[in-house]
């Protein structure tokens, strides 16, 4: 089946630094990838839709400004969180769509579990 | 607007025992279903779902899945379960109108004994 990674798998930094991931699909295409935020023992929480050379489409309540993300080329989506603070301290997955199929399906990565200190 | 609630956060059972795990959404609109697992240290996998058709749906490892358009819920049972069962189940719907949306619940831990 499709393959879908995230670089980091986890990483801690400091109040106020910015913090990079990226979600890969590896043996697939994918004109749209989805960003999701996990808090614990909540739901996952779909924060914005990402499309191939455009701008991302985001939630309502979510801050595109601190909450970047890019879709350079069909493979590779990355959301950078901005002067991250701890209360973005999250579990972030990501997915990559693979369109022509009435639902869309979806391939999930493995999840990048943040914490700001 | 839909929602998905997952009553339990977790479920112990032994090794060999029936499980059900519970799920009910509310939605105006009409929506697929779907249970998806996640195995420890990977991503989420679609289990199973309901698009159409019968509503006893089952996956290739033995789980089941009912859905109850009456009592708006669709259930995640397997008869034995066993220790490879280990995992983060989420159930989740996914409106009719827009197909690329997916609303999860908060996610059941199962947790199998030996």
């Not at chain 2, 996640?38 to 009912?66: C, D, H, M, R």
Request: aromatic share 12%; proline share 5%; with cysteine.
């Amino acid at each position: 089946g499709a393959v879908v990674s995230q670089h980091p798998s986890w990483v801690i930094c400091k109040s106020g630094t910015s913090v990079k991931i990226e979600c890969r699909s590896l043996d697939f295409q994918a004109t749209t990838m989805f960003w999701y935020r996990q808090f614990p023992k909540q739901s996952l929480m779909l924060m914005a839709t990402s499309n191939e050379g455009s701008k991302a489409t985001y939630e309502q309540g979510v801050e595109k400004d601190k909450f970047l993300i890019n879709h350079a080329s069909l493979t590779l989506s990355t959301l950078t969180v901005t002067s991250a603070h701890p209360e973005d301290s999250s579990f972030y997955i990501c997915s990559a769509r693979v369109s022509g199929r009435n639902p869309d399906t979806q391939y999930f990565g493995p999840g990048t579990r943040l914490t700001v200190l | 607007a839909q929602s998905v609630t997952q009553l339990d956060s977790q479920v112990p059972v032994f090794e060999e025992a029936p499980v059900e795990l519970r799920c009910n959404y509310s939605s105006s609109v009409s929506v697929y279903l779907f249970w998806y697992v996640q195995y420890p240290n990977q991503g989420l996998q679609l289990l199973l779902k309901y698009l159409s058709g019968s509503t006893l749906v089952k996956s290739i490892n033995g789980f089941e899945a009912e859905f109850n358009k009456s009592q708006t819920s669709f259930h995640l049972r397997k008869p034995s379960v066993h220790i490879s069962d280990t995992a983060e189940y989420f159930c989740a719907v996914t409106p009719y109108s827009s197909a690329s949306k997916i609303i999860f619940g908060s996610g059941t831990r199962l947790s199998i004994r030996p």
